[in-house]
């Protein structure tokens, strides 16, 4: 056969944006594919390692050098005389540079804002009113190439003609219609000249109906949902109800009520940020690895900040917003949390712990007393391995979130932490119409390495197999296979964790659902029958994610429908394209740790 000219394919491979990945793979048949393969991993191998010499060494920047960000905030009401109303807003996602420390060079990112020169990094956070609609039109104003490296291999999103990075935006936590909650293939580009499948409008209606609590917005596109959150694509969402919340006297106020979004990041020396461009499969997946983990832990977009606070309550609303990593969080000076709310609902009563564990996605909504501090100083800590729950620990980099510095004056404190905050239906098991069991799947390759992810053994085009009726609730089990905690994520609904227990003979009931996909005939009930494992008070609670330890069965009763008014939704939740529900390791969920969900009538 006559020798395929690399460097002309090497020029032609380089230069490839990512829509046109797509156009040229029929002309690999024309070719050695393996010899291909063999060249470019060679040239993948080579530029990693030019990579790593190019990679910041973190421990030569300063910890808690600058201070903590409030991000810009967006009211998603406005007020005629002294009634809030329904409001219009457009937010863009742009591509600039962004200082994420003092003695780092700026890196190019993707921002959300209402301009390119305000946005920032998470993006502006979002204030609405329970009951009043927020409607925003998101547009994409993101250039033709990614700033990260994507993997067309796993199930992504791909324009077909035109160039551009495809993006769509969902609220976590949200409860609306399907048009509306941001589905992997409603996905659009610049100016809305290319679109997903599923893309049915360009504006976003948020009717806000749902109970008071603290959500996050972020995109969701199909297989690039990892690289667009690298990259930058978050914010924070709060729903407000001054009549409701107002009587329990938290701590609120720019100074005092205070959204924290943590996640991690790795940068070169240029500032721009890392990721690792060889998959861990690479003759399967060039790009694809099952984990994302960074060196610096990054809070409201600046490395290890700093806050000086007063001796007095604050709330603190902690979102996880990491690709894969989990935090453990504690203070090292013994301060505690005390729980009001977790994910997007009030607790029915303050929980008070001494450490808090954060899948990604996951919410903790404390408050945090400093007059209780018997030092000046108090650093936010984690000590959760990577991955979670057994792999490597903690070091000084990332074992360090944040300081703060507290300041000595004692001082009257007018927030309260009262001993009741908000009461929600209990979970009621005899109100569950159906039982299902969700069963999650890893996949590997004859080097024992992830190739990729099903839920119940299904990719996620194959048809919806949950599909539950509007206003119902019902007992799912999801049975853990794999060696990973995974953070599960129900679009729409809230549910209750009723228990853990672990499954004995394990590798035998692992046997059978591999080769039948059916835990009522691999007999489920015969393994589930280890230990339990106690959910912790202060996620006993209304959730929307909660960790799915591995080899146990969680079992969760799912409610399709408000908690605060016990009534079914005020919007249609039929329609199409439906919602989903996910592992939340956003590596997972890209390949392919998703499933749809159809509601029913």
Request: aromatic share 10%; with cysteine; glycine share 6%.
């Amino acid at each position: 056969m006559k020798a395929f000219p690399f460097k002309a394919y090497l020029s032609l491979s380089l230069s490839l944006t990512h829509t046109q990945y797509s156009r040229f793979l029929p002309l690999f048949s024309l070719v050695s594919m393996r010899r291909i393969l063999l060249f470019l991993l060679l040239l993948a191998h080579l530029g990693e390692l030019g990579a790593e010499d190019r990679l910041l060494n973190p421990s030569k920047l300063e910890m808690f050098v600058d201070e903590l960000p409030d991000m810009p905030k967006i009211q998603g009401f406005r007020m005629l005389n002294t009634s809030p109303k329904p409001k219009s807003l457009m937010i863009g996602m742009f591509k600039k540079k962004w200082k994420f420390h003092r003695d780092l060079p700026p890196t190019p990112v993707f921002a959300y804002g209402a301009s390119r020169r305000g946005a920032t990094v998470p993006g502006p956070t979002i204030e609405a009113l329970q009951g009043i609609d927020t409607y925003v039109t998101w547009k994409n104003f993101l250039p033709s190439k990614h700033i990260l490296p994507w993997d067309p291999t796993i199930p992504t999103a791909i324009p077909a003609t035109k160039t551009g990075i495809p993006t769509v935006v969902h609220l976590h936590g949200g409860m609306h219609e399907p048009a509306n909650d941001g589905n992997a293939n409603s996905w659009f580009t610049a100016g809305f000249k290319e679109k997903g499948p599923d893309w049915s409008k360009r504006t976003y209606h948020y009717n806000n109906n749902q109970q008071p609590g603290s959500l996050w917005y972020h995109d969701h596109a199909m297989g690039l949902t990892r690289v667009n959150l690298l990259a930058g694509l978050i914010g924070a969402y709060v729903i407000r109800h001054p009549e409701v919340e107002g009587p329990l006297e938290l701590p609120h106020g720019e100074e005092f009520d205070r959204p924290l979004i943590v996640f991690d990041r790795s940068f070169r020396k240029d500032g721009s940020i890392y990721m690792n461009s060889t998959g861990n499969n690479p003759s399967i997946h060039p790009q694809w690895q099952p984990e994302y983990f960074g060196d610096l832990i990054i809070v409201n977009g600046k490395a290890w900040p700093k806050m000086t606070v007063r001796r007095r309550k604050y709330r603190l609303r902690i979102i996880n917003a990491s690709n894969a990593r989990f935090f453990r969080l504690f203070f090292t000076n013994g301060l505690e949390f005390i729980h009001v709310a977790s994910d997007s609902t009030y607790l029915v009563e303050p929980v008070v712990t001494n450490e808090t564990l954060l899948a990604p996605s996951e919410i903790a909504d404390v408050v945090v007393d400093f007059s209780k501090s018997k030092t000046d100083e108090a650093v936010l800590a984690n000590d959760a391995p990577y991955p979670y729950p057994s792999g490597d620990p903690v070091n000084e980099l990332n074992g360090r979130v944040m300081k703060f510095t507290i300041k000595k004056e004692r001082e009257v404190d007018t927030w309260r932490v009262p001993d009741k905050l908000i009461q929600y239906p209990s979970p009621d098991l005899s109100s569950a119409t159906q039982t299902r069991y969700i069963a999650m799947y890893e996949y590997t390759s004859d080097t024992d390495e992830p190739t990729h992810l099903y839920i119940n053994g299904k990719p996620y085009e194959a048809p919806a197999t949950e599909t539950p009726k509007a206003g119902t609730s019902e007992i799912w089990n999801v049975i853990n296979l794999t060696e990973d905690n995974h953070p599960m994520h129900i679009h729409l609904a809230v549910f209750t964790v009723l228990d853990q227990t672990e499954l004995v003979k394990a590798e035998e009931f692992k046997a059978c659902m591999s080769k039948m996909n059916d835990a009522i005939k691999c007999q489920i009930s015969k393994h589930a029958r280890g230990k339990k494992l106690r959910v912790a008070a202060h996620e006993k609670g209304w959730k929307n994610v909660y960790k799915m330890t591995p080899g146990y069965v969680t079992r969760i009763l799912v409610r399709f429908s408000y908690i605060h008014s016990n009534t079914s939704y005020s919007f249609d939740p039929t329609g199409m394209p439906g919602y989903v529900y996910h592992c939340h390791i956003l590596d997972h969920e890209d390949n392919a740790m998703m499933r749809p969900l159809v509601v029913m009538k």
